[in-house]
């Protein structure tokens, strides 16, 4: 029996799972990472690359993705929470520029499995905000390429309201704020 329960999204290939929690001895436990138990609800590949972030609430991160050297990510939050943004860019694919958001916290211990060829992005939504990336390859800042996280033609819903962030005072960073609009992106040009 498996220790995760897959979350429904409407992108295939993208995987929202929980750890199903358990007791022992009235000790509320939680496994955290088992490769094996990932791997039977789909998150499969070898993970090479791990990255950690602690952040304040209220920045705005995204929405990135490598060209050349496409990475596949496992994200989880180990402190504070994220509303984490995922674009499927796969040329081939019937979801080609639709998105999805979850939110990811240390409360709810959400893992998502994000595949080669999607943008992704997140929102800080608590102050000491720690996010822990695992990927299929290392980043590499010379490959990395992006969409501006507020494109029209995507309209993703970074939910400021329901989050009370104030749009006005987001902490987004000089090179997300260059980012290219989503149409500047043909789906045969995007990948090297």
């Known amino acids: 029996m498996s220790k995760f329960k897959v979350i429904e999204n409407p992108i295939k290939g993208l995987l929202i799972v929980e750890p199903i929690t358990h007791s022992e001895v009235c000790i ?18 070898e993970f090479v690359y791990e990255s950690r972030q602690k952040l304040a609430r209220g ?6 993705f490598q060209r050349e050297n496409t990475q596949a990510k496992v994200v989880r939050v180990v402190s504070g929470a994220v509303l984490y943004v995922a674009v499927d860019l796969r040329p081939d694919s019937r979801d080609y520029g639709a998105s999805w ?5 240390a ?9 080669e060829q999607f943008a992704h992005g997140f929102l800080t939504l608590e ?3 720690e ?4 990927c ?14 507020h494109d029209a033609i995507l ?38």
């Open 136 to 149: 299929n390859n290392p980043d590499n800042a010379k490959d990395v390429a992006g969409v501006i996280w």
């Open 59 to 64: 920045i705005l991160s995204g929405l990135h």
């Open 131 to 134: 996010i822990i990336s695992d």
């Open 127 to 129: 102050k000491n905000t």
């Open 107 to 115: 409360e709810n211990q959400r893992i998502v499995y994000i595949p």
């Open 101 to 105: 958001s979850v939110e990811v916290s």
């Open 155 to 192: 309209t993703i819903d970074w939910e400021f309201e329901r989050y009370d962030i104030d749009e006005k005072y987001l902490r987004v960073s000089d090179r997300d704020k260059r980012l290219p609009a989503f149409r500047s992106w043909t789906p045969s040009a995007i990948w090297k």
């Open 28 to 45: 509320p436990t939680m496994e955290q990472y088992s490769e094996q138990e990932l791997s039977e609800v789909g998150i499969e590949g």
